[in-house]
Every structure is written in C-alpha cells, then in structure tokens.
C-alpha cells in the first residue's frame, strides 16, 4: 500500500524542548493504525505535529498528495471551549468550512449533511443544545459529526474514547472501522490494548520515541510495554533537542 504520511527522523517540541525524538516510518493508505504508549509518551505531540499545528524541531513528515487543511483532526474533549456559547448545529458545521470557507453561509444542502452527520451519531434533537451541556459522550459524538463532515482521506483522532460509555465507545468503534472500509486512512491514539488488539491491525508503541510499529500483535507484547513504560520514566523533561540519543534504555 502507497504512503500516505511519512515521518523522516522527527523530533517535535515545545520551547525547544522535546516531546517526540527520531521518529521515521511510513502509514500507508488506508491503513487503521493505533497509536499507544504510557501517559506522557508524546502521542497528542505527534498528532499536532501530523495535522500541522506544531512544526517539528528537526526531520520531517510530508503528506502524499495532502495538505494539512485536509485532514480530520478530533481533539482531546480537554482541549475544546466548553463555556463558548456556540450550538451542537453550528458547531458540526464547522466541518464544511473547508467547502463553504469561514465567512460563507451554510445553504439547504449543506444544512442537510449536518442533520445527516448528527443523526448519523445518535445526537437527533441535540441541534440547538449549546456545546457545554454536553455529557462527556455526547461531546465526543459531536466530535465525530464533525469529522463525517470534513470528508477527509486522514484522519486523526486523539483519545476518541476516553471517559465515554461502552455504547458510545462501541458506536464510535463502528464509525472508524466504517471510514476504513471506505478505504480512508485512520490514525488513533488509544489506551485501552483490549480494544487495541481486537480492532486495529496496526500498531505503533510510542515513549517518547519509537519502541515498535508493525502489526499489533507484535508490538503489543509485554517485553515492549514494559520497555515503553522504563523509557518514560526515565525521560529529562529538561531535555534538549539533541539530547534524545543520551537517554537510558531499559534493558
């Protein structure tokens, strides 16, 4: 399968301070493609790095035939405005800015797919709730209403089920394997490994910098989490850029 994303020995930070060392490897199109590693590991770092947000300190990730504005990006519900007084409506058709632009309307049809992506995640009769009245599941469907409607070939999902309930993490399970079958390219930070294993095919093991990629069940062993785990733990916050390569390795 061609590449869709490649990653040239990056490094990503913040103040020139790392997050992610020398990280090189391919995602090919397509592909449903987990990406794991204890807390503090870096992965909400390469998501921003991949979607454009953060430009990486060294190395490079390009984009097969993409730009960044063509990617579904879901957040972090952490990282959403809660208190800002927008509607459950207003804010899913955010995800046709990249058709109708900033300062356009949306016509008939387009308020169509709106109705079509919030029915579509259970949120029928939510459409003039505002944002912050959301449970933590209903965010996270909102979340998702949005990502149907920016219709990318990327996309990318932080914690997509996180503190949510079974039947919103199943329901929202179905979507992703959905837009794989579509043949779409999706990428999703995760904890649980029970789901991990059981759905996603792929697997990269983060901690700071790469420990595995490949199928999951190779990666996902216990000799590599408990390696993933050492590596954390033993990171200096206080790095510099350059210092990744001086970092001890669990035996």
């Known amino acids: 399968m061609p590449a869709l994303l490649t990653f040239r020995d990056v490094t990503l930070g913040y103040d020139r301070h790392p997050a ?7 995602v090919g199109s397509g592909a449903l493609l987990a990406v794991v590693g204890p807390n503090g590991a870096g992965k ?24 960044a504005r063509d990617i579904a990006y879901l957040p972090q519900v952490a990282e959403i405005d809660r208190s800002f007084p927008i509607s459950v409506f207003d804010f899913v058709g955010t995800g046709l800015w990249r058709v109708t632009g900033f300062f356009s309307g949306i016509g008939k049809g387009g ?15 939510f459409e003039n709730r505002t944002i912050g009245t959301l449970s933590g599941g209903q965010m996270q ?22 503190a949510v309930d079974a039947r919103t993490s199943a329901d929202l399970l179905a979507l992703c394997k959905r837009w794989h079958g579509e043949g779409r390219t999706v990428i999703a930070a995760l904890h649980d490994m029970d789901l991990v294993r059981a759905h996603f095919p792929q697997t ?44 001890p390795r669990a035996a």
């Open 20 to 26: 992610v060392h020398h990280l090189t490897g391919e």
């Open 44 to 67: 909400s770092t390469l998501f921003r790095g991949v979607v454009g947000v953060l430009k990486p300190l060294s190395g490079s990730i390009s984009l097969s035939g993409l730009h």
């Open 111 to 125: 308020r169509g797919k709106i109705a079509q992506a919030l029915a579509a995640v259970g949120l029928n009769g």
């Open 141 to 162: 469907r909102m979340l998702f209403a949005r990502v149907l409607l920016q219709d990318s070939a990327l996309i990318v999902l932080d914690e997509p089920f996180n």
């Open 204 to 247: 990269l093991l983060l901690a700071r910098e790469p420990v595995a990629w490949g199928a999951t069940s190779e990666v996902l062993t216990a000799e590599n989490l408990l390696q993933a785990r050492h590596m954390c733990e033993a990171f200096d916050e206080r790095a510099a850029a350059c210092a990744a390569d001086s970092q």
